[in-house]
């Protein structure tokens, strides 16, 4: 008897389903004793095919993507672990494959990736800030050095950006700092003393480097903030007159000439052995206008000869009303009686 094709395939299939339990144990066990040679066989396959499967596959993702993208997500959940050591194994074992397969990625869907992000961002704002803070805490060394070397090798790339960007940049500093007020400050003193005579000669070497374009900045700051800075003196004028009066008399000093060579202990030395009382009158400084001690020198500033240096004692600490009533000391016996000195 000859069987014919279509036949014998009917025969086969019809086997096949009355056999199909014991044919899948068959299968079964002959792959767990055959699995080194199948692994084998199976390899070499793929090599001699690559191409082939390679185009099988894509056609079969592109026909299939929903069936794909379903069974994928359902496979993730139901084995996620070994997904995940699977995943971390390939990954440390073709470190270069993946380094350069994930540039050619962010280059082809560059748009595509940024939007991504930017949405998970959006949507994931804590976790995000979380678990960059915490890679940063643990990684801090690595992402000095890598922000560094970005920095060094995209240094117009970066002057561009923030030449583009300059008003939103000042905007998010300005909000930033504005939240973040306390926390900056905290950091910039824990920096600076940290690292306090790095930066101190470092400003002094740069204000010295470039003192046109600090004169200039000053200039465009008073400019811009001339009402803000006036209310900021006028404050610590009031709430430091001995600093301004200081000022003031370094300033008419200078003017005319004139030198003092007594330090800020030895005046406050003085004043403290008046125990805040005028040696002159016997009212107490705080009483007087101008409700402080003020400083009478001997001989007075308007009549001394150019280039005269005061000493500690040249210089006497009175009430404002006594200062103003002594009018010009010419330095003699009989201007200095007032103060209990004889010369």
């Not at 073709?94 to 930017?118: G, P, S, W």
Request: glycine share 4%; charged share 40%; net charge positive.
């Amino acid at each position: 008897m000859v069987w014919t094709k279509e036949e014998k395939l009917a025969y086969q299939r019809k086997w096949y389903q009355d056999n199909r339990e014991r044919r899948l144990i068959q299968m079964r066990e002959y792959r767990e004793s055959h699995k080194e040679e199948a692994a084998a066989r199976k390899k070499k396959f793929r090599l001699e095919h690559k191409k082939e499967m390679a185009a099988r596959d894509k056609k079969y993702r592109l026909g299939h993507k929903e069936e794909k993208a379903a069974y994928d997500k359902k496979y993730q959940q139901t084995h996620k672990e070994e997904a995940k050591i699977s995943t971390k194994k390939w990954c440390l074992k073709n470190k270069e494959k993946k380094a350069a397969y994930d540039k050619e990625y962010r280059k082809k869907h560059k748009k595509e990736k940024l939007a991504c992000e930017k949405k998970y961002r959006q949507g994931h704002k804590e976790e995000a800030v979380a678990y960059n803070k915490k890679y940063y805490q643990s990684h801090r060394d690595e992402a000095l050095i890598k922000a560094k070397k970005y920095r060094d090798t995209h240094k117009e790339e970066m002057a561009a950006y923030r030449d583009g960007h300059r008003e939103e940049a000042m905007a998010y500093n300005k909000k930033y700092n504005r939240e973040h007020r306390e926390e900056r400050a905290g950091w910039h003193r824990e920096h600076y003393l940290k690292n306090k005579e790095k930066m101190d000669a470092a400003k002094k070497k740069w204000c010295l480097n470039n003192k046109e374009k600090l004169k200039d900045r000053e200039k465009r700051y008073a400019r811009l903030h001339r009402k803000e800075r006036t209310i900021s003196s006028t404050k610590y004028h009031h709430n430091h007159p001995e600093v301004h009066r200081r000022a003031s008399r370094k300033r008419r000093l200078k003017k005319r000439q004139l030198n003092q060579s007594y330090t800020p202990e030895q005046w406050k030395d003085k004043i403290d052995a008046t125990n805040g009382i005028c040696p002159q009158c016997g009212e107490r400084y705080e009483d007087v206008y101008p409700f402080c001690v003020t400083v009478d020198h001997v001989p007075s500033i308007s009549i001394a000869p150019v280039g005269f240096c005061y000493r500690i004692n040249d210089i006497f600490p009175v009430c404002g009303r006594c200062n103003t009533n002594n009018g010009v000391h010419s330095g003699d016996s009989t201007s200095l009686e007032n103060f209990g000195v004889v010369k």
